[in-house]
């Protein structure tokens, strides 16, 4: 039986987004918060996460020490055994395998930090613009472990564009594709508030954005992006294979 409804399922097809809101337990998102704020602490002294509000640079005291901050560290899963085992937690996949069919593929995940008063904007994009993969129909699942509302970072998307790929072209400011919304029709955007341990899914061509966080409350986010088996990346013709990065999460052969 599907995790999601005929209507679930149909609302995601027209939107490209579903927001499903608390997923996880009360004791679980207390490990997960922890072992989150354990990874940037040491993350933030190795060196190895970015600062996506600046330009990007290798520069260790540059990135700590930015007037914003959007902070970032890929593949969490492939060094925490927490968030490792949260890329398989049942609820998710199931809700994965309802919007993309029964085989699961990890493209990459990513713990996307907001700091407290000083927490930079997403800006307006499309994954896939950076991903180029073929065929574009990944799903992210975006989990909070914070509560979140517009004031401290909430997702932004706007409804129907995952149905078209949008022009995006660099910032001059930053690595982002797209600044400050060119060309995308703020008006129509919609507000995705969650609480802690909520999540929703959105496709890889839906249009999203976070604005900065102002408040005293931080904003702890992380991102699983799952595809299908045979997805291609980075107009290449080599599929990207299993493997401890990219492992399967689910298989019915
Ligand atoms: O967490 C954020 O602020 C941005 C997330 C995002 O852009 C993504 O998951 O693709």
Request: charged residues 20%; hydrophobic residues 40%; contains cysteine.
């Amino acid at each position: 039986m599907s995790a999601l409804s005929a209507e679930q399922i149909h609302a995601f097809q027209k939107d490209g987004y579903l927001k499903i809101g608390k997923l996880l337990e009360d004791d679980h998102i207390a490990t997960l918060q922890k072992e989150y704020d354990r990874e940037f602490a040491l993350a933030r002294e190795n060196n190895r996460f970015r600062n996506l509000a600046i330009s990007n640079t290798d520069e260790l005291s540059e990135k700590n020490n930015a007037p914003t901050q959007m902070l970032q560290i890929m593949q969490v899963c492939e060094r925490n055994m927490h968030f490792r085992q949260l890329i398989y937690h049942e609820p998710i996949l199931d809700i994965a395998q309802s919007l993309l069919g029964p085989n699961l593929q990890l493209f990459h995940d990513q713990a996307l930090f907001k700091p407290a008063h000083n927490g930079d904007a997403v800006f307006w994009h499309q994954d896939n613009a950076y991903w180029q993969c073929l065929p574009a129909n990944l799903v992210s699942c975006w989990l909070t472990l914070d509560d979140v509302d517009v004031s401290n970072g909430a997702m932004h998307v706007i409804p129907g564009s995952h149905l078209q790929a949008h022009d995006h072209k660099k910032s001059e400011q930053t690595d982002a594709l797209l600044d400050h919304g060119d060309g995308v029709d703020t008006s129509q955007a919609k507000i995705i508030d969650l609480p802690a341990g909520g999540v929703m899914f959105h496709h890889c061509q839906t249009l999203h954005f976070t604005p900065p966080n102002k408040t005293d409350r931080q904003r702890r986010a992380f991102a699983i992006h799952f595809m299908t088996p045979g997805t291609k990346a980075g107009r290449t013709d080599e599929y990207l294979k299993v493997s401890f990065d990219r492992p399967m999460l689910r298989m019915h052969i």
